[in-house]
Structure formats: structure tokens, C-alpha cells
């Protein structure tokens, strides 16, 4: 015996309804069972961080509305709750949503359909009478409201429900500044600041006494309180001039992993000593830097709030320094990498070049390709581009290295190919640390090789 399309339509209808009910209830019940997931949801696309309680009350409310629904309740009020409600998470998305490519960006585009299937539900709702608790009026038009309310107060009473369960999606307005220190002291390096309208945050602090103090009165400027700052890693050209900057803003939190903190105290690979004792007195004293600390710690996976604004933390392990801790905000779609991505000067990873090339591909999943990168040396860019030009320079010097040690060896004159080979590829590029770009591109293919375990004549590190 056939079944009439009504039937089918009715069928359907309710099929698309329970299963729908179900996708909700799974969200409703993580609220629940596991609060600590359904937050990490609302701090990665909500920017808040609802306590249990809440998110307790809220997957209970939730709940009920999605039990309501799919037992075909109310059909106006439900229905319009959960549209109202996935219209607004489809909402939180759309970054993702137009950057599909970016892994996993690209699983955002199912809750596309199922938005597709609440606004058939939602119009459809006086034909889904199966397995219903309670069949609809004569009137289809009513459906347990007058006309005219719908319009309104349904819509009003919907759009409230929402609010409750998904917090407010927010976007606070920031200026990215920037400042380079003069090549003619040291090298060029950079200090960031974050304008809000509640204050500054600082991302890193120059090397010297004489730089750092210029990019004081540069923020100084604003007129605006420091709120915090941030030291992504512990080499010299990033936190020298933090005593300047604590000077001229006190009782400013200063915020850093505890590696970085660690390194800048103990001085464990001579990098103070070192600038100390090339630089004099516009570098600081050991006992300087050990006064003037970050006293705030983070680790990757901490949220820090500050000026509202939402610091995610991305902490990368021995690289191109012991540790690294980028600074990603979200919803402005702003990455802060350190000197894991650099832009006309040479790269060194005095830690690891093993561990560098898949922190990049690691960063290329973690963040979509138009992210705007502020990093410690050049101009900030897009992502994508800078981290095409960062892989194939190292590309280019693990080949490079591994070519030349397959005897467990590097010559003083195979260091020099390779430097010299280097510079031809990029001769725009500049040294780092007050060094010559050849010298530190020779310094960096001893570093390296040593990194693998080869040999290595003459000196495999640069000033």
C-alpha cells in the first residue's frame, strides 16, 4: 500500500525533528556532565568563562526547551528558541566559516544544514503532527498563540532565551602600534602595544636601556594606563629593557612562562654575560634583570584578560628560543609569534630546527591564513605569507646542513657555502644580534649541525 505524500511530509517532519532534538540535547547534557568542555566552547567563541553553576542552570534550561521541542510542544515558542539560538552559534563562526580550507575549519560548515533544517521545521511546524503530545488547533495559523503575537512577543521571547544559554557575542575595537629599534645600537627588534579604551598592553621590551626608553614615551604618548605586559621568550632583545619599562609603568603585571622567567634569572645560556659585556651600560646588570622579573606566569592554554580583551596563550617548546609563548587574540584575529616567524632577518634556532619546521605546520592548523602576525623582527603580515617564507628558508638550511654533515662533519668552509648560498637567496635579509648577516648565517649552519651531532670546525655561535 502507498503512502500518501502527507504522510511522507509527516514522516519526515518528525524524523527531521527527533534527530534534530537529539544534536541539541548532546550540547544541553555537556553543560552538564561536562562543564569543563562546554566552557572551553564558550571561551574559544563566546568570550566568557561561565562558571558551573551556570552552565549547570543553563544545560538544565536548554534542556527542557529541547525535551519540549521534540515532543512538539509549543511548537512557535520551541521551535523559534532553538532557530534563534543556532542562528546565533552559526553567527559566532563566520570567521571560520569563510576561511573553510584551514583544518578544522571546515567541520563549522555542518551546522550550516542543520540551520537549513530548524527553518523548515520552524515553517513547517503546523504539519509535524506524528508523535506529537499534543495535536494542533483547526486554525493551523494559531497554534496556541494569536496572530499577531508571533511577530512579537514570540520573537522577543525566543531572541531572550538565547541570550541566556549563548553569552553576548562581543568585539572590542584595538590599534596594534609598533616599535623597531634603530639598527645602528644593536639590530632591529620589535615592541608592540595594544590600544584599547580601557589602557596598553606591552608585548616585549626591547634590548638596551636607550631603545626601550623611546618606545616608553612613544606609549606614553597615549595617555593611557599600562594595563600589563607580555615577554614572549627569553632572549635579550625581548626583555633588556623590561627594568626600563617597569620603571616607567610600576606595579604593572609582567607576564611570561616560567622557562622564560627561569632563563632571565639564571642566565643559563650566557646571553646576559654576553650583552653585558658588548653593550656596557645601556645593557643591564645580571642583578638588574634578576630585580626587574615578570611576576605573572602563563602556560599554554591560560586566558588572560586584559583591557577586554581575551590573550589566548600558544606555548611552543626549544626552538628558535628554550620556549615561546604567543599571544592570540581571537576575535580580532591577531596573532602575536615572538621570533617564531621573522620578516627580513635571519632566523637562528639556537634551540632546535627539528622542532621548528612542525611548530609551523602545527601553527598553520591552529590559526586561519588571513590572521594578521606581529613578530619580533620586520613587519607584521598575514599568516600565511609569513609562514611560507619562514618554512622555505628552513627548508632551505636543513638541506643545506644535512648535505654537508653526511660525513659527521661541517668544515669552516662548508659553514661559509652555506652562508654564502644563503645570502644569495636572501640578500635583502640582515644579521641579528648586531652581527653580520653572513656571519650569523655561518654561525647558524654550526648550530645546526651540532644540534644533529656532527663536528663542527670553528665557532658555532655569533655574539
Known amino acids: 500500500m502507498s503512502i500518501s505524500s502527507d504522510r511522507r511530509l509527516t514522516l519526515s517532519l518528525t524524523i527531521l525533528r527527533f534527530s534534530t532534538g537529539a544534536f541539541f540535547l548532546v550540547w544541553a547534557l555537556e553543560k552538564i556532565l561536562a562543564p569543563d568542555i562546554a566552557r572551553r566552547v564558550y571561551e574559544t567563541f563566546y568570550f566568557s568563562s561561565p562558571s558551573d553553576e551556570v552552565l549547570l542552570a543553563t544545560g538544565i534550561l536548554q534542556g527542557a526547551v529541547v525535551l519540549a521541542f521534540m515532543a512538539g510542544l509549543l511548537r512557535f515558542w520551541t521551535y523559534g528558541a532553538l532557530l534563534v539560538m543556532h542562528s546565533i552559534s552559526v553567527v559566532s563562526t563566520i570567521p571560520s566559516l569563510m576561511d573553510p580550507f584551514s583544518p ?21 511546524r503546523e504539519r509535524d503532527t506524528l508523535l506529537v503530545l499534543r495535536r494542533p488547533t483547526k486554525n493551523p495559523a494559531k497554534d496556541g498563540v494569536s496572530t499577531t503575537l508571533p511577530a512579537m512577543g514570540a520573537g522577543a521571547i525566543a531572541l531572550a532565551f538565547a541570550t541566556v544559554s549563548l553569552p553576548a557575542i562581543a568585539s572590542e575595537s584595538v590599534t596594534v602600534h609598533s616599535f623597531a629599534s634603530q639598527p645602528k645600537l644593536v639590530d632591529s627588534a620589535n615592541t608592540h602595544w595594544i590600544e584599547t579604551d580601557q589602557g596598553v598592553i606591552v608585548i616585549d621590551a626591547q634590548r638596551v636601556v636607550p631603545e626601550a626608553e623611546r618606545a616608553v614615551r612613544h606609549i606614553q604618548r597615549l595617555d593611557k594606563p599600562v594595563l600589563g605586559i607580555f615577554v614572549t621568550h627569553a632572549h635579550t632583545d625581548h626583555y633588556g629593557g623590561l627594568p626600563t619599562f617597569k620603571a616607567a609603568f610600576p ?24 650583552r653585558k659585556a658588548r653593550h656596557g651600560d645601556i645593557f643591564p646588570s645580571q642583578q638588574v634583570i634578576s630585580d626587574n622579573l615578570p611576576d605573572r606566569v602563563i602556560d599554554d592554554g591560560d586566558v588572560v584578560e586584559l583591557g577586554g580583551l581575551r590573550f589566548e596563550v600558544h606555548k611552543m617548546g626549544p626552538s628558535e628560543a628554550e620556549v615561546t609563548s604567543m599571544l592570540y587574540l581571537r576575535n580580532q584575529g591577531i596573532l602575536f609569534a615572538g621570533d617564531l616567524i621573522n620578516d627580513g632577518f635571519v632566523p637562528a634556532p639556537l634551540e632546535s630546527l627539528d622542532n621548528w619546521l612542525p611548530q609551523l605546520d602545527d601553527i598553520e592548523d591552529r590559526f586561519p591564513a588571513q590572521t594578521s602576525v606581529y613578530i619580533g623582527h620586520g613587519k607584521h603580515g598575514p599568516l600565511d605569507v609569513r609562514l611560507e617564507a619562514q618554512r622555505s628558508y628552513l627548508e632551505a638550511l636543513d638541506a643545506a646542513v644535512s648535505a654537508a654533515i653526511d660525513d659527521s662533519l661541517l668544515t669552516g668552509e662548508e659553514a661559509a657555502a652555506i652562508a654564502f648560498d644563503l645570502e644569495g637567496r636572501y640578500p635583502h635579509w640582515h644579521g641579528v644580534g648586531g652581527n653580520a648577516r653572513i656571519e650569523v648565517l655561518s654561525a647558524v649552519a654550526g648550530i645546526v649541525a651540532e644540534q644533529r651531532g656532527a663536528e663542527v670546525q670553528g665557532s658555532a655561535a655569533f655574539r
Open 251 to 274: 606595579d604593572v603585571p609582567v607576564f611570561a612562562a616560567a622557562e622564560t622567567t627561569r632563563s632571565m634569572r639564571e642566565d643559563s645560556r650566557g646571553y646576559n654575560a654576553a
Open 104 to 124: 578544522p575549519n571546515h567541520l563549522f560548515w555542518a551546522a550550516v544544514p542543520v540551520l537549513g533544517l530548524l527553518f523548515v521545521l520552524f515553517l513547517l
